[in-house]
């Protein structure tokens, strides 16, 4: 079977969007985090820089898979890349070669754009994924550690912020 065909989404879509990330979600056991709606995304994809972009695989004109990613910076280079937040494809698709055209398309975009860079994370138990990425000859960063403040903790230090900003 031929890989499904990828596109842009549109900010009229996040609700089809929304779904793939819901089910995402509860594949990777996160489901009850996965609160945000189809209006905040939308509002996200928007403009003429928007926050985030998704693309959407199909096929036979039904959503089988996504990546959803959008623009970072490196000091060190100089130059913007990409951070692919997630790249899910339905059960039923994996193994068509449509995550690969999904990442391949991100990879293009990085390369159109002059980015140095195209990075994600991914779970440390889900060896489909990991296997599947150094498959593609992806390096594994494990001198670096993700940190993340959320909820009180940000809002706490937050509030610690001084007027120097």
Do not use: K
């Amino acid at each position: 079977m031929a890989p499904a065909a990828i596109r842009a989404a549109d900010a009229d879509e996040a609700g089809v969007v929304l779904g793939l990330i819901r089910e995402l979600a509860e594949y990777e056991r996160l489901a009850d985090q996965a609160v945000g709606t189809a209006e905040q995304l939308a509002a996200h994809m928007r403009g003429p820089a928007p926050l985030v972009e998704v693309l959407l695989a199909e096929r036979d004109g039904e959503p089988v898979g996504f990546a959803l990613f959008y623009t970072t910076f490196s000091t060190f280079l100089c130059r913007a890349g990409i951070w692919l937040e997630d790249l899910y494809v339905r059960p039923a698709e994996r193994g068509t070669g449509t995550g690969r055209a999904l990442l391949a398309t991100v990879a293009a975009l990085a390369v159109e754009r002059d980015g140095g860079r195209l990075e994600w994370a991914a779970l440390d138990w889900n060896e489909p994924a990991l296997g599947f990425y150094r498959a593609l000859g992806a390096r594994r960063l494990g001198e670096w550690i993700t940190h993340r403040l959320e909820g009180e903790e940000l809002r706490r230090v937050a509030g610690g912020a001084g007027g120097d900003r």
